[in-house]
């Protein structure tokens, strides 16, 4: 088989080499080249990037480091020989790590590239509790989770467009301290150049396009990728018709959704009821009066001892210690210390 002939569609490893080969290419360098970097030869590169090998994990972390794809590589090379994912998942991580456009919507969840691995662990501790993957499939898919997110902290990331259903930011995994956190990632992101983040609200239910979580992706040479998900498999598309016309009710969902600017709003907004669930210690509070006191008792006590730990603050009256607290966002807090 010439390289030139790789379908990646045909086999897991076929995806995998097909993604080496496009990463090579992209970086100007022969298979002689790539294998003086990593240190084994131009012959055994060939090998791999056709597909025909599965290779030892060594190997990986030295083109990693050659190629500059900050661990993408190793998280792909988790689900080589492992039945941990959907089928389909292996050949569309494949062409996810080399994508230069990514367009994601998704329902209940942000997707796998933008969730933080806290959160990803709480989500894949719930299915090992349920019994639907074992604690090893579920490491596997935190290792390929971690290796997705790679290309977004290299100098040239992707372009990162996301959609999310309300229910994304509204669903509690693990703890409302994990989802609060992984509001706080995606608020981050959104921050980013190359990230456009925008939420489909509740009341737009009617107007979303897609069902399922579906992802658009434009690769190096142009052309688009489309990939959704049943319960029991993800499926790669190919075809150039039916992808456009994804993108076409893609491009609309973006219009019906709200501006960045107010997406973040709302993820603010969820991000602080988040804050409100957090359990916390209040034996051990620590409480503190408020040095704006009158003199005459009219004061306040605060507990800033869950501040690193949950991101709060509690705000007691000091005349009824005994009686119900406010538990405030620690940022909200201080803005509020810093104006008065």
Not at 127 to 148: D, F, H
Not at 285 to 291: E, I, L, P, Q, V
Not at 298 to 327: F, I, M, N, Q, W
């Amino acid at each position: 088989m010439r390289i030139n002939e790789l379908d990646p569609s045909s086999s897991p490893l076929a995806a995998f080499g097909w993604q080496i080969r496009e990463r090579r290419r992209r970086e100007g360098l022969t298979q002689g080249e790539l294998g003086r970097l990593a240190g084994y030869t131009a012959a055994y590169v060939s090998l791999i990037e056709n597909g025909r090998r599965r290779p030892p994990v060594e190997f990986i972390r030295a083109l990693d480091r050659a190629l500059g794809a900050a661990g993408a590589l190793e998280g792909a090379w988790w689900m080589l020989g492992h039945t941990a994912f959907r089928g389909g998942f292996p050949e569309y991580v494949g062409l996810e790590a080399v994508a230069r456009r990514i367009h994601a919507w998704d329902i209940g969840l942000p997707p796998g590239i933008a969730q933080t691995e806290e959160y990803a662990r709480a989500l894949q501790a719930g299915y090992v509790q349920r019994g639907s993957v074992t604690p090893e499939r579920a490491e596997e898919r935190i290792g390929v989770l971690i290796g997705r997110q790679a290309p977004l902290h290299l100098p040239d990331p992707p372009e990162l467009y996301m959609v999310l259903d309300e229910s994304c930011i509204r669903t509690v995994v693990g703890s409302p301290g994990v989802t609060a956190r992984q509001l706080a990632w995606l608020a981050e992101l959104s921050a980013r150049p190359n990230v456009v983040l925008q939420v489909m609200p509740f009341a737009g239910g009617a107007r979303r396009p897609f069902t399922h979580l579906t992802i658009l992706l434009t690769m190096p040479d142009g052309a688009l990728v489309g990939y959704t998900e049943t319960h029991q498999r993800g499926y790669v598309e190919h075809e150039n018709e039916t992808v456009m016309g994804w993108m076409h009710e893609y491009h609309r969902l973006q219009v019906e959704a709200l501006s960045p600017a107010d997406s973040l709003a709302l993820i603010s907004k969820a991000r602080k009821e988040l804050c409100t669930m957090l359990p916390v210690d209040q034996a051990n509070a620590s409480w503190f009066k408020s040095s704006y006191s009158d003199g005459a008792g009219a004061c306040v006590e605060v507990s800033t001892v869950h501040a690193e730990s949950h991101g709060v603050v509690l705000v007691r009256d000091s005349k009824d210690p005994d009686g119900p607290y406010l538990t405030l966002p620690a940022a909200a807090w201080s803005a509020f210390a810093d104006a008065v």
